[in-house]
């Protein structure tokens, strides 16, 4: 749908036409799965650019987070770049693309990415653990965070989420429900590297399994609902 004005777009109006897909996708999850959304914590997240590290547990929070956090550079895998068409959009966005061959090579390409970004006023995402990890695995946080953290001097806006509880990691199958993501309260500059990496994990690793309790009750609730809606 994109392909008649796509070479007419900026970066900014790319980003617009892909918040118009993502929520799209949030009506579908909504209306036709019955996958709800909640956001907490907005006022953690200021108006000058900033680092957002996330939790990566399902596709969701890949598919809708330009849809609260307008002006946004992603951190991607190279390997996504290189889909025809799709991957051309990406790079038009404003993401930044990972050369993920090598440690120094990737962590170059990262740091220079999210340099741009930050220049063109961008909040810069990223997922420190590098990959989408399931409810409950242990945490696995890698060192391009840290980088970014040091080279940028911003603050950094740790994000927690449930999304796997109902969206699977490499799962097709999807559980109605309500979504929960939260920002929470950003770590200033200046910490060294492994205090800053500690402080990070433990925000998110905490403020995650809390929502994940929350909502694997709400699951259990609406089990239970659902059986004695179903009893004559």
């Not at 900026?10 to 996958?35: H, K, M, N, Q």
């Not at 959304?37 to 200021?46: M, V």
């Not at 999210?114 to 420190?128: S, W, Y």
């Not at 009750?217 to 659902?226: P, R």
């Amino acid at each position: 749908m994109i392909l008649p004005v796509g070479p007419f777009l900026d970066s900014a109006g790319t980003r617009a036409y892909a918040r118009g897909w993502e929520r799209g996708i949030l009506f579908l999850l909504r209306w036709v799965v019955g996958i709800r959304h909640e956001i907490r914590g907005r006022h953690h997240l200021p108006a000058e650019p900033v680092i957002i590290a996330a939790k990566h547990q399902s596709a969701w929070e890949t598919l809708t987070f330009h849809t609260f956090v307008h002006d946004l550079s992603v951190g991607l895998k190279y390997e996504l770049t290189r889909i025809p068409i799709f991957g051309r959009y990406l790079m038009k966005s404003g993401c930044i693309r990972i050369d993920r061959g090598a440690a120094a090579r990737a962590l170059k390409s990262l740091v220079e990415g999210a340099e741009r970004a930050m220049a063109d006023g961008l909040h810069v995402m990223i997922f420190p653990e590098g990959t989408r990890r399931s409810p409950g695995a242990p945490p696995d946080y890698k060192p391009g965070v840290a980088a970014l953290y040091r080279k940028l001097n911003r603050p950094c806006v740790p994000v927690a989420l449930n999304s796997g509880v109902f969206w699977g990691r490499r799962s097709f199958a999807k559980h109605s429900g309500t979504i929960v993501l939260e920002f929470l309260e950003p770590i200033p500059t200046g910490l060294p590297r492994a205090e800053f990496m500690r402080v990070l994990e433990e925000r998110i690793e905490a403020a995650t399994a809390r929502l994940v309790t929350e909502a694997q009750g709400e699951s259990v609730a609406d089990a239970a609902l659902k059986k004695d809606l179903a009893r004559p």
